[in-house]
């Protein structure tokens, strides 16, 4: 009788374990940048990252703002669909353990009806 109830733990421990996705984690390695980056020392390399990426994305949105309000929603959008997407695979990862069927499709779901009506 225990060693069922034991075997059932290891398999349900079993079950989690495949069931859960490790998430992707960022890279230290940006392909354009190397150059630039070799001749950064290595404990500067992450603030020279991020004033590169902060001029690039200013940048953007300056071009944004300048071609008038149908880019800055599009640019909404875009950020919003990624950030749901970055939220829902966390998700799926999280509640994939508890078979939750039509998870990922329910969220798009609300996410684009909530669109259609507040715009």
Same mark, same amino acid.
């Given at each position: 009788?225990?060693?069922?109830?034991?075997?059932?733990?290891?398999?349900?421990?079993?079950?989690?374990?495949?069931?859960?996705?490790? !998430?992707?984690q960022g890279s230290?390695?940006i392909? @354009?940048? +190397?150059?630039?980056?070799?001749?950064v020392?290595?404990? #500067?390399?992450?603030?020279v990252v991020r004033?590169?990426?902060?001029?690039?994305?200013?940048?953007?949105?300056?071009?944004c703002?300048?071609?008038?309000p149908?880019a800055?929603m599009? !640019?909404?959008?875009?950020?919003?669909?990624?950030c @749901?997407? +970055?939220?829902?695979?966390?998700?799926?990862?999280?509640? #994939?353990v508890?078979?939750l069927?039509?998870?990922?499709?329910?969220?798009?779901?609300?996410?684009?009806?909530?669109?259609?009506?507040?715009?």
């Amino acid at each position: 009788d225990e060693s069922d109830m034991d075997a059932m733990i290891c398999e349900e421990e079993e079950r989690i374990g495949r069931l859960t996705k490790v !998430l992707p984690q960022g890279s230290d390695k940006i392909w @354009f940048l +190397e150059p630039l980056l070799e001749m950064v020392p290595e404990r #500067r390399r992450n603030t020279v990252v991020r004033v590169i990426f902060g001029i690039i994305m200013i940048s953007g949105f300056c071009c944004c703002v300048s071609l008038g309000p149908m880019a800055l929603m599009l !640019l909404v959008f875009a950020i919003q669909f990624t950030c @749901f997407y +970055e939220l829902i695979s966390i998700g799926l990862a999280v509640y #994939r353990v508890f078979d939750l069927p039509y998870f990922r499709l329910f969220s798009w779901y609300f996410l684009l009806t909530s669109n259609y009506f507040f715009f």
